[in-house]
Every structure is written in structure tokens, then in C-alpha cells.
């Protein structure tokens, strides 16, 4: 099971260890005496201590002598306690864009060839065993790291096919979205689903033939049972430097991988939106007050586009959920925020998700991948140029719009646009206008009735107005 569920529950066991959150809200993990003692290896080697340095690697600690130790112990037959750093905001593939999927199997890859050569390898080969400190992906799952057995191949080998390596051929070679398939099933695309999705002219493009029709043959014949595979290669003669071999092809194969997308509807929004330049400037200063107007936690810049109320919002705030539906917004956000010197350091998360079909809960019992809200729910919200997408777009009612804001319990900062504006009219075209309720006058009541309205402003086009509200609880 990957490390993104022992991240979000409670309590969470393996054969290995149990994960639990501890008294001051910290990540713990309770390991057997099997996996305490690979750890005790991995720790001491050079490539682990330089991977913990350099933050590509989840900061951790061996707990000793601590109430929560104890308690660990008597409730289970461990032998130690490892402590991890907290990370910001869970996320999980099935909503990263193109390019932080690409570095997340990059980062996977690099880290395996290097503990690979000291006679170290990764157990599991899952994408959800990589998280993001803004743009830095960092690998969570220390414990998924044991001493190598020369005569095993890759444990890991189908996974990373179906988590990191399909998606991204798909998204490459046929544009075809990888986030809805990774959310469809936890586990990824298995060899058979990308094979079929595959034509006769992909057969020729890199790595297809051996990642994909063959991986895909064997599962077919079932030749190689995934129980029976590292049995089955090792006695093929299946050595260390094959594994690293195959490790190195596949990282020139990843990288090599792009993204040809063309142009989407609001990935050039930010050149297009018919602003003039008094108002947008005027927008990006009423933006910055509400920002300014205390330090903010958590905050959600929802329909985000690429992302310049995120970086306001950064300017003031622990951590900035950017999030929009359009996936090539997206990118170009992770794009920018990846070049700048030091990727990490812009608390800003760019996230893949849509308000109308939004992450839920899955796996076991609806727990192990959680809806965006019980993730941790943000004190303030950026909602501009927005509703009427909503609203008019998806037919979301406005009243019920407001209504799940005001459940969150967050402050907001949100933009109505009138339908005299030319980015609605364009919504309306060719639609019977069915939209009673989106009127200002109706707006700003039912706002008043649910947030307490601190400031207002409009700008100069007199279609567009701007509200900073307070949550009714908020402190």
C-alpha cells in the first residue's frame, strides 16, 4: 500500500510497520524488527544521507525513547519508531499535470539508480510514494528501501509502468489525459489497457515495444506471474546491472517524453481576458489587501489559470492551493514555478482538479485517497472570474455555489461578472438564458447572508465587481 493513505489516516498497518499520527500531529511509523533492521542499513549509506540533504527524500528520524515509542510497541510486536516531516497538503497523481508527473518518475528513477549502487533497491514503484513541497517532488516512502537480493529483479518494475510510465506515454503520444485514468483505478493502466490503446505506427515509438507489447504479452500468456516474477528472472540470469540497465533506459525514455498540446480554451486566458490595463492592475490591488489584511494558513485560488493571484496570495500565506481544470494551465504554472532558482521555496501546490467532477474519496472505504476539502480546508478563497463558469457553464446553482464556500468555513475573495460582459455573453451564445438567479442584486444578498462583506469594488468596465468576505466564524 503506498505511503500517501499512511500520510491521512489515523492508523494504517502493513506487514512491515503500522503508521500513526502521533501527539503533536506528527507522521509516525512503527516498524518490525525485519524492517527496522533494513532501515538501520539504508540510513547509514551515502546516497540516503545525501538524499535527505539535498530534500529529495522526506526528512526522518528514528524515535527512541518518547511515550508515543511505547505505546507503538506494547499495541504491536514493533521494534522502532521512525518520525517524518508533515507534508503541506497530501496530493496524489491523478491530479498532477504533465510535467510533475514526468519529474516525480524522474526523481524516482534517479533515486533507485543510486541505491542501487550501493546494493540498495525500492520494493514498491508507485507514484503516490511521491509528495510536493510547492514545485519539489520529495519521496515519502522511506521504508519502501531494502537491501538488494541479487537474485531479484525489480519488485517495482510493473508499477511504475502503470503509475509513472503508461499515463505519461498516453499524455505524449496520444494527448490523451492520464488524470482521469489514474483516478478511475488506484493501481493505474495496466500493460493490456496501453497496449490496446496503442496503434500499429505507436508500435515504432520509444519504448513501446518493450515496456508496453511485451509487458503486455507476458501478462496475457501469463508466463510471468507478478508473485512468481522475481523467481522467474532470477533463474533467466536476471543480475544487478540489468536492473540498472533497464533504470537508465527508462529515465532517457522519460525525459524524452512531451506534451505537444495545442492552445486550450483558458490556458491563454491571462493574454485574452479583455481586461484593460487600469483594472487589472486595479484587481491585483484589491487582491492584495485582502491578502495583506492578516497571515493566512491555507489558502485556494480555485480556477486558477496560471496562476498570478496565486503568487499574491503566496506573499502572504503558508501554503496557496492553485487549482484549475485546465490541465495545460496547469503545466504552464508547475513550468514557472519549477525554473524559478529555488522550485521549492513559493509555497504555491498547482493541482489538476475540477469544482464540477472534483476529487472524492477512494480506495478502502473511501479513506485512502481523500476529497480535496478533507485534505485540509483553506481560511481563505480566491474565486475570480469564476462563477460564471459555474453557474452558466455547468449549471451549478449560485445559492448552493455560496452555500458549500460558507461550509468550508473560509474567508473569500470573489469576482461576480454581469452578464453584459463579453466573456459571459460568449458562454451564453447559443443557450437559452435560464440563469435567473445570476444577477448582481441577488448575488450580493445571498453573500451578505452567508459571509460577512468587508469591502467592495468595481472596475471601470462596469461588468465586473469585486467582494473580500469574511467567514462568519473566522477569527
Request: proline content about 5%; hydrophobic content about 40%; overall charge neutral.
Amino acid at each position: 500500500m503506498a505511503a500517501t493513505l499512511n500520510y491521512e489516516s489515523g492508523s494504517y498497518r502493513d506487514r512491515d510497520g503500522r503508521v500513526f499520527v502521533d501527539h503533536d500531529g506528527g507522521i509516525c511509523r512503527a516498524l518490525s524488527a525485519r524492517a527496522l533492521t533494513e532501515w538501520n542499513v539504508v540510513r547509514q549509506t551515502r546516497f540516503f544521507r545525501e538524499a535527505l540533504a539535498s530534500q529529495r527524500v522526506v526528512s526522518t528520524e528514528t524515535l527512541s525513547d518518547s511515550p508515543q515509542v511505547a505505546d507503538a510497541v506494547r499495541e504491536g510486536d514493533w521494534a522502532g519508531v521512525l518520525r517524518h516531516e508533515v507534508v503541506p497538503f497530501v496530493s496524489y497523481p491523478f491530479e498532477w499535470s504533465f510535467g510533475m508527473l514526468q519529474d516525480a518518475a524522474i526523481l524516482h528513477l534517479e533515486l533507485l539508480e543510486q541505491a542501487l549502487a550501493e546494493d540498495i533497491t525500492l520494493k514498491d514503484g508507485t507514484a503516490y510514494n511521491v509528495q510536493w513541497f510547492g514545485a519539489r517532488p520529495v519521496f515519502i516512502d522511506v521504508a519502501s528501501f531494502e537491501r538488494h537480493n541479487p537474485r531479484q529483479a525489480w519488485a517495482g518494475y510493473r508499477q511504475f509502468c502503470q503509475t509513472f510510465l503508461y499515463p505519461l506515454m498516453l499524455q505524449a503520444y496520444k494527448n490523451i489525459p492520464f488524470q482521469p485514468w489514474l483516478r478511475g483505478c488506484l493501481d493505474g493502466i495496466t500493460p493490456q489497457e496501453c497496449r490496446n490503446l496503442m496503434s500499429f505506427r505507436d508500435f515504432f515509438r520509444r519504448g513501446v515495444p518493450s515496456h508496453v507489447w511485451l509487458h503486455a504479452k507476458l501478462q496475457a500468456s501469463r508466463t510471468v506471474e507478478e508473485s512468481d516474477s522475481p523467481r522467474a528472472l532470477s533463474s533467466s540470469g536476471f543480475s544487478k546491472s540489468l536492473i540498472l540497465a533497464n533504470v537508465a533506459g527508462l529515465k532517457r525514455l522519460i525525459r524524452g517524453l512531451r506534451w505537444k498540446s495545442a492552445p486550450s480554451v483558458w490556458s491563454e486566458y491571462g493574454a485574452t481576458n479583455g481586461y484593460a490595463p487600469a483594472d487589472g492592475q486595479k484587481k491585483e490591488d484589491f487582491v492584495r489587501r485582502a491578502v495583506q489584511s492578516r497571515h493566512w494558513k491555507l489558502v485556494w485560488d480555485l480556477g486558477c489559470n496560471t496562476g498570478a493571484y496565486s503568487r499574491i496570495a503566496a506573499e502572504n500565506a503558508d501554503l496557496v492551493i492553485a487549482v484549475d481544470a485546465d490541465h495545460l494551465a496547469v503545466e504552464r504554472l508547475y513550468q514557472s514555478l519549477k525554473a524559478a532558482p529555488a522550485p521549492g521555496a513559493m509555497p504555491i501546490l498547482p493541482l489538476v482538479n475540477n469544482l464540477v467532477d472534483p476529487s472524492v474519496g477512494l480506495g478502502w472505504r473511501g479513506a485512502e485517497r481523500k476529497a480535496l476539502a478533507d485534505r485540509g480546508r483553506p481560511d481563505l478563497t480566491l474565486c475570480l472570474a469564476l462563477i460564471h463558469h459555474l453557474v452558466i457553464g455547468h449549471g451549478v446553482p449560485l445559492r448552493e455555489f455560496l452555500e458549500w464556500l460558507a461550509a468550508l468555513r473560509t474567508s473569500v475573495v470573489i469576482e461576480f461578472v454581469s452578464k453584459a460582459d463579453p466573456m459571459v455573453q460568449r458562454l451564453l451564445r447559443g443557450r437559452r438564458d435560464n440563469y435567473a438567479d445570476y444577477e448582481p442584486e441577488i448575488f450580493e444578498r445571498l453573500l451578505s447572508e452567508l459571509f460577512d462583506v468587508v469591502h467592495t469594488e468595481s472596475l471601470a468596465s462596469g461588468a465586473r465587481r469585486l467582494y473580500f468576505a469574511k467567514a462568519r466564524c473566522a477569527s
